[in-house]
């Protein structure tokens, strides 16, 4: 399927699904900006409440702990907060302050989280699109549909973290199906990563879109069974008659 952008009569079509589900991040919007930031805004919080971490660990240095944790407690890979407020929990600790700012310092955190920059064509395609399917997100990381401002173009935010098991474990796509109420051959699930996203709804018997922002459909690799792939959601819009 061409990414370019073809004549009406030439755009590619997609047999309509019955519902959609959608990737959060790099899908709707870049993610690793708004974590660079919220990072940020978290240092400044450490700078004013508990100096001494702030001076011991910089952005990098709290991410890099923040990873260590990650590796030590791979049974928490479903839940990056849980990742996020133990590292802090840990870097006060080290730098001798109040291991219970933890809590307060992760909620400043994951305020910032949630100012995400949408990709320009995200908002407009996703309203189209909510006006003939059901939308239901399955992310594997900790967006508030709320706070980011998309909580009404959604049916639901099923997450990792709350849901117990990430993608791609087919469990958390057959939850999505089963909240839509659709069979899964019924549901097309759209997300930028090639695994977790494509081949992880594929395995589950989802149908599947590679949002392959910057690319083409050229070079594409072959998975176990056909997907789709679109560079922005405008001409996954198009495609799908919206």
């Given at each position: 399927m061409t990414a370019s952008n073809p004549p009406e009569s030439a755009r590619p079509r997609i047999d309509p699904p019955r519902a959609l589900s959608f990737d959060l991040d790099d899908t709707?919007?870049?993610?690793?900006?708004t974590i660079e930031r919220a990072e940020q805004v978290l240092h400044d919080w450490l700078g004013q409440h508990a100096p001494a971490t702030a001076d011991r660990f910089d952005p990098a240095g709290l991410r890099a702990l923040r990873n260590e944790v990650a590796l030590r407690s791979p049974e928490w890979a479903h839940d990056l907060s849980r990742m996020r407020r133990e590292s802090l929990r840990?870097?006060?600790?080290?730098?001798?302050?109040?291991?219970?700012?933890?809590?307060?310092?992760?909620?400043?955190?994951?305020?910032?989280r949630?100012?995400?920059?949408?990709?320009?064509?995200?908002?407009?395609?996703?309203?189209?699109?909510?006006?003939?399917?059901?939308?239901?997100?399955?992310?594997?990381?900790?967006?508030?549909?709320?706070?980011?401002?998309?909580?009404?173009l959604f049916q639901e935010n099923i997450s990792a973290s709350r849901f117990g098991v990430a993608k791609p474990d087919p469990r958390i796509f057959h939850a999505a199906c089963e909240r839509l109420g659709e069979a899964p051959a019924d549901v097309l699930h759209v997300g930028?990563?090639?695994?977790?996203?494509?081949?992880?709804?594929?395995?589950?018997?989802?149908?599947?879109?590679?949002?392959?922002?910057?690319?083409?459909?050229?070079?594409?690799p072959a998975l176990k069974a056909p997907y789709h792939?679109?560079?922005?959601?405008?001409?996954?819009?198009?495609?799908?008659?919206?």
């Open positions: 709707l919007w870049p993610i690793w900006p840990e870097a006060l600790s080290r730098a001798g302050d109040d291991a219970a700012l933890a809590e307060p310092a992760f909620e400043v955190f994951f305020e910032a949630q100012q995400v920059v949408l990709f320009d064509d995200a908002r407009a395609a996703l309203e189209r699109l909510a006006q003939r399917y059901p939308l239901i997100a399955v992310t594997n990381g900790n967006s508030d549909l709320a706070r980011v401002g998309l909580d009404g930028d990563d090639l695994v977790l996203d494509v081949t992880g709804a594929l395995d589950a018997g989802l149908q599947a879109v590679w949002l392959r922002r910057g690319g083409s459909a050229e070079g594409a792939v679109f560079e922005d959601l405008d001409r996954l819009a198009i495609a799908l008659g919206c």
